[in-house]
């Protein structure tokens, strides 16, 4: 492959041509650069930012070092401003025909007549004037490259020549260069520009050269078939959603990136074909998705009254008809909610199904923490998929024939069980906590720290994941404190006040304290953004599930995403600060039921302290209700709601009670997978490429430039990621991105984010 710069053997040709023997001649005055078809015109003013002895003929423009024969007669001179090196005159549209009959010429011009005997031409050795295409021909003066002697390879030539002089890295084939290499340069991926013509129209060629815009025209024409015209784009809308031939990749484009070209969608709409006579493809069709979401939502109503079984047989029938639509785009535009849903509910159908050792507590838990989390994450997903009122009607109804009893009859078998081993509660030990950074995270549940931890490993984390029982009853002011550096300083006989305990030293453990405890401990209380030093202990904390579960009920399970995204960059920041480990710590889980928890009476006057699922029973009331020691003190008990009740108004979200999925919390031990540090040092837009270079040879990462840093499909460059082993690279970005705000990341062999820098899109 020839690595070969155009623009500088160009310049160095040039300069060449002013080369002499002192010991037999005169130096030339001037060098004379005659172009009778103007080919080089359009790459003369990027020229002169390296020659700045290159001088133009023309109108008077002394800013672009340009001017009338006067002006370069003065300027060769010396007479306004000194030129470094032989002065470059160049000629547009001259020859040097033109120049031996200058005395037949306009008397302004004939000055230049004297430059044929003070001054040479740069010109081929057979004395022709250098065309572009003999200059990357040529073995002595050019790249010696060899070029298809079309005319569509000459015109591609001429058009992309910009684009030849602006990249210094391009690589040239030893096989002969034709129109398509040319094109390429011009339009590196016809795809998405095709897709922004179809999606704008002629708004979007307004900023092409006419060079680029008839190279747009004959990729079109050879390669689909159409022609791209304003009067044509319903007709490649037809075409597109056919998806025959070629017009197959541009689909698979469009449906690999859809929110990039978010008109087309009504362009498909309008360019459904009649049916009659034609098998369509059925994923084309905004239309054919709309008819199945509405069928299936019939047919699950039809299901709503159905027992278990059968609805579980119904489901699996329903996956067979919609299940395919998952893949189609209108899937990934949120346009397919219910056959989203649909496969979380069949997988909901299938666990729910399933028997579960009960002997013991232990039996329960394993079964638990290994697979009956996993039907409170098909319920998550489900609710998660859906969001205007009559899907979330339809699947919440399923869901409740299908998850209630399920989690009603764990929860009582629990129930049983705890109570016979309250020591498994009673007995933990306050950890004395040995990391430099820990993590809490409010809320997260069982199921939703499995699926975190997952997501982590994916990114090339380390991660282990540790079970535990969490402090009775299942509520923040009882269970913050167990799992803090500061458990060993609480009270074991702490006055039952809100469920808040004391400190040692008879301080009620409110925020401010909890945090003197922390600085007492050797623990400084971490402010996210905060600098990180060597040696010292963090304690951060996290998260707003709990909150959002309260205020939205089944509507938080949106919030996760949320939840996810802070966990990462505080990791993704505590690692980049040197931590090699942090240890992730929660309070307590939760439940989370659509529709509302079964209500449990329970007489206010019978209770000092009531929350929703657990109560502080006043002294002498009597009260069936399961009874067992606070953490903070054995001799007070709290009393249960049975089940999965709630003492209040009915309510969707809830926790404090005595269930799996509130009593039983996971630890996350995160450890940083990265071998060796590395950063983004500058980086520089010309036009949509990006020359990115690190602070060192990075072997093994890659860089990447996305619109959201911790998505890989936000990515906008063609194609996906580059290596960055000698510590440069360039990347090409997607026309469509062009102005927009971005971020360029830099991944470890591993794929984790070590450094990631701002941008926006063309702009230095």
């Known amino acids: ?22 010991n037999l001649v005169v130096g030339p005055e001037v060098v004379l650069w005659p172009d009778p078809d103007r080919q080089w015109e359009v790459v003369v003013p990027l020229l002169q930012v390296a020659l700045p002895e290159l001088l133009v003929l023309g109108d008077y423009a002394p800013e672009k070092r340009m001017g009338p024969v006067i002006w370069i007669k003065t300027m060769v001179a010396g007479q306004l401003e000194p030129v470094a090196g032989t002065p470059i005159v160049y000629l547009p549209g001259m020859s040097k025909q033109h120049l031996t009959r200058l005395g037949e010429a306009r008397l302004e011009m004939q000055p230049l007549l004297e430059y044929l005997y003070t001054g040479c031409c740069w010109q081929h050795r057979n004395g022709k004037e250098w065309t572009v295409a003999a200059f990357l021909q040529n073995e002595e003066e050019g790249l010696g490259l060899h070029l298809a002697q079309d005319a569509a390879t000459k015109e591609s030539l001429l ?21 398509q290499f040319f094109r390429n340069l011009l339009l590196p991926d016809i795809l998405p520009v095709l897709l922004s013509w179809l999606e704008a129209g002629e708004p979007f060629l307004s ?31 037809r075409r597109l959603g056919q998806q025959h031939n070629a017009w197959r990749q541009a689909w698979e484009h469009f449906a690999n990136a859809p929110h990039k070209y978010p008109g087309i969608q009504q362009l498909l709409r309008a360019a459904m074909p009649d049916e009659q006579g034609q098998a369509l493809p059925e994923s084309s069709w905004p239309q054919i998705n709309e008819a199945a979401e509405a069928r299936l939502r019939g047919q699950l109503a039809g299901l709503q009254r159905e027992e278990a079984a059968a609805i579980q047989a119904g489901l699996a029938r329903l996956e067979e008809e919609h299940g395919k639509r998952r893949h189609w785009v209108w899937a990934e535009l949120q346009q397919a909610p219910l056959a989203q849903a649909l496969e979380s509910l069949n997988r909901l159908a299938r666990l729910t199904a399933q028997s579960y050792p009960s002997a013991g507590i232990s039996e329960l838990r394993h079964y638990y923490e290994t697979k009956g989390y996993q039907v409170d994450q098909a ?47 009673r007995g933990a030990v306050a950890y004395q906590e040995q990391d430099s950074f820990v993590l809490f995270v409010d809320a997260l549940r069982w199921e939703l720290a499995a699926e975190f931890a997952e997501r982590f490993r994916r990114e090339g984390l380390q991660v282990e994941m540790q079970a535990g029982w969490c402090a009775l009853p299942s509520l923040t002011p009882t269970a913050k404190p167990a799992v803090s550096p500061v458990a060993g300083k609480i009270s074991g006989t702490s006055q039952c006040t809100e469920f808040r305990p004391q400190t040692v030293a008879n301080k009620d453990l409110s925020t401010a304290h909890f945090r003197d405890l922390l600085a007492h401990n050797g623990f400084f209380y971490y402010e996210p953004g905060s600098a990180i030093s060597a040696g010292q202990k963090y304690w951060q904390e996290i998260g707003d599930i709990d909150t959002k579960g309260h205020a939205e009920g089944s509507n938080m399970v949106r919030r996760t995403d949320e939840l996810y995204r802070l966990v990462q960059e505080s990791l993704a920041h505590a690692f980049a600060q040197g931590i090699q480990q942090v240890r992730i710590v929660t309070d307590h889980g939760w439940l989370l039921v659509p529709g509302g928890l079964p209500k449990a009476a329970l007489p206010k006057d019978h209770a000092e302290t009531r929350w929703g699922r657990c ?40 926790h404090g009670g005595l269930s799996l999925q509130e009593c039983l919390v996971p630890t996350l031990i995160v450890r940083s997978s990265r071998t060796s540090s590395g950063k983004i040092a500058r980086h520089k837009w010309t036009g949509l490429r990006c020359r990115i270079e690190a602070d060192s040879p990075l072997p093994g990462y890659e860089v990447d430039i996305r619109t959201k840093f911790s998505e890989p499909r936000s990515s906008i460059v063609i194609p996906s990621g580059c290596s960055i082993a000698d510590g440069k690279c360039t990347l090409i970005v997607d026309d469509a991105a062009e102005q927009q705000a971005a971020m360029i990341v830099l991944l470890d062999p591993s794929g984790m984010i070590v450094h990631k820098v701002n941008t926006t899109v063309g702009e230095n």
């Open 379 to 425: 319920v998550r997903h489900t609710l998660a998929a859906v969001d205007s009122g009559q899907d979330r009607e339809a699947v919440s109804r399923i869901i409740r024939e299908l998850y209630l009893p399920w989690l009603e009859t764990l929860t009582e078998k629990f129930q049983r069980l705890a109570a016979e081993a309250i020591s498994v509660f």
């Open 615 to 654: 109560a502080l029973i006043k002294e002498g009331a009597k009260s069936d209700l399961l009874q067992l020691p606070w953490r903070w003190n054995p001799s007070v008990f709290i009393a249960y709601a049975p089940g999965i009740s709630f003492f209040k108004a009915n309510e969707e979200y809830a």
């Open 207 to 237: 900023g092409f050269t006419a060079e680029k815009r008839a190279i747009f025209w004959a990729i079109c024409e050879e390669q689909f078939g159409l022609t791209p015209t304003e009067a044509l784009r319903a007709e490649a809308a």
């Open 159 to 179: 058009a992309c020549l910009p684009t030849l002089f602006e990249n210094d890295q391009i690589l040239f084939p030893g096989h002969q260069l034709n129109a």
């Open 1 to 22: 492959m020839n690595t070969r710069s155009l623009r500088k053997r160009l310049i160095e040709s040039l300069r060449h041509a002013a080369a002499f023997n002192s």
